[in-house]
């Protein structure tokens, strides 16, 4: 059985451990060596950039997030394996690792280290579609010949480089469709590398939860369990034609899903209509400062999925579902692209307060649309808030002061809170 040590990207015969450099970090895969379609997500990204620009918070757990009354954006696995979880309210948070450090999201950094990153990317393939500054997706078809190195290889080389020359680690999946290059790169975190071949697809799905499916949320997690849908293997015995009539598209993409095919493509240079990101919480909230948190932690991700694919977006949104489920979602139009979160925040926390009625919600939403690249967007001043410009500036400059002096050498008055 074709192996690869990931330390030295040494190709070998299956064993416990590489014959030229000894390390027992080994991916042994029966099909390694002939499958394309990746997907690489950095470790604990924003934590990492952060140990690794403070040598004094490596051995202690971090969580980049809001203040005390704010919410996790995410947090280190030395935070993690204490229970701490992306979305979860800083309070709960501190509760269960109270020796955290808390730290604000430097978003100058962590593009700084997404654009090198990519940089690597890009010299082993175009087809790159990332999806946000710290993942994406590769199609390495085609490239042993001009490589003179199978894909698994490729991606080997590439995590060591990160590692080696930007002091960041990442886990890759590798599978024939972007479907189980995902899931496959969740396997092992952090530091991983898991393969998912065509030969073992069905059987590997069959026992696994059918929310491992991106947009199975919680509600349709509801709807799938009342008909007794709850595993992959669930889904093999219902008709295509059934699942249709019952869920209409979501029934159709689960019935090939479970059969492992995903025909869609590694697309790097499709249009993106909007980015948005959004929350369903565990239990339905009224609480304004847990719901401003929430605002916040979201437009952090819609700004760096923005980032990562240099856009600016002139349209923000904010939906919010009632606990009867029904939707109210505003929209309002910037007279200057943006695609910095504090922007973004301003604006969805203004459609907040404007909403026109108080109650507990169960989900929450930001976007951001009418998208440009954000090269060519033109600048514009903005009369009704003529400090905006200057904002943008101070906040660009203060990340780029945390980044060569320290987390604390700037702090926002929201952090003191």
């Not at 082993?124 to 579609?129: F, R, S, V, Y």
């Not at 496959?184 to 499916?213: C, H, M, N, Q, Y």
């Not at 991700?301 to 939707?327: E, I």
Request: aromatic share 6%; glycine share 8%.
């Amino acid at each position: 059985m074709p192996s690869l040590c990931r330390a030295c990207c040494h190709v070998f015969e299956a064993g416990k451990r590489c014959p030229a450099c000894r390390s027992p970090r080994i991916t042994s895969h029966p099909e390694l060596l002939t499958l394309s379609i990746a997907h690489m997500d950095c470790d604990a990204f924003f934590a990492s950039v952060e140990k690794r620009d403070n040598p004094d918070l490596v051995d202690k757990p971090v969580i980049v997030g809001g203040g005390r009354r704010g919410v996790v954006s995410t947090a280190c696995y030395l935070a993690r394996i204490r229970g701490v979880k992306s979305a979860m309210p800083m309070f709960q948070a501190l509760r269960l690792c109270p020796d955290a450090v808390v730290v604000k999201p430097r978003f100058e950094a962590y593009t700084e280290a997404s654009r090198a990153i990519r940089a690597m990317m890009e010299e082993m393939t175009p087809a790159i579609e990332p999806l946000s500054l710290d993942e994406a997706f590769l199609d390495l078809t085609g490239t042993e010949r001009l490589h003179g190195a199978p894909p698994a290889v490729m991606l080997a080389r590439l995590t060591r480089r990160m590692q080696e020359e930007l002091g960041l680690t990442g886990s890759i999946g590798l599978s024939h469709n972007k479907f189980l290059a995902k899931m496959a790169s969740d396997f092992d975190k952090p530091r991983g590398f898991s393969v998912i071949g065509r030969a073992e697809t069905v059987d590997l799905l069959r026992p696994k939860p059918i929310g491992l499916i991106w947009g199975v949320g919680p509600q349709a997690q509801a709807a799938l369990d009342a008909v007794g849908i709850r595993t992959f293997e669930d889904v093999l015995r219902w008709e295509r034609d059934d699942l249709i009539r019952r869920f209409g598209g979501l029934g159709e993409r689960i019935w090939y899903l479970a059969r492992g095919e995903d025909r869609r493509r590694v697309t790097a240079h499709e249009p993106v209509k909007g980015i948005s990101n959004e929350t369903t919480f565990d239990a339905d909230t009224r609480d304004p400062e847990i719901l401003d948190g929430h605002i916040w932690r979201m437009a952090e991700k819609v700004s760096s999925r923005a980032k990562a694919k240099d856009l600016v977006g002139r349209v923000v949104t904010l939906k919010l579902k009632r606990a009867d489920h029904t939707l109210l979602t505003r929209r309002v139009s910037l007279r200057a692209p943006t695609q910095t979160a504090d922007t973004l925040y301003r604006t969805a926390r203004g459609l907040f307060d404007a909403r026109g009625e108080s109650g507990a919600y169960r989900l929450l939403g930001v976007g951001l649309s009418d998208l440009s690249a954000a090269a060519t967007a033109p600048s514009e001043a903005d009369l009704l808030d003529p400090n905006r410009a200057a904002r943008e500036r101070a906040e660009r400059a203060a990340d780029a002061i945390r980044q060569r002096f320290g987390a604390d050498a700037i702090l926002k008055g929201r952090a003191l809170r």
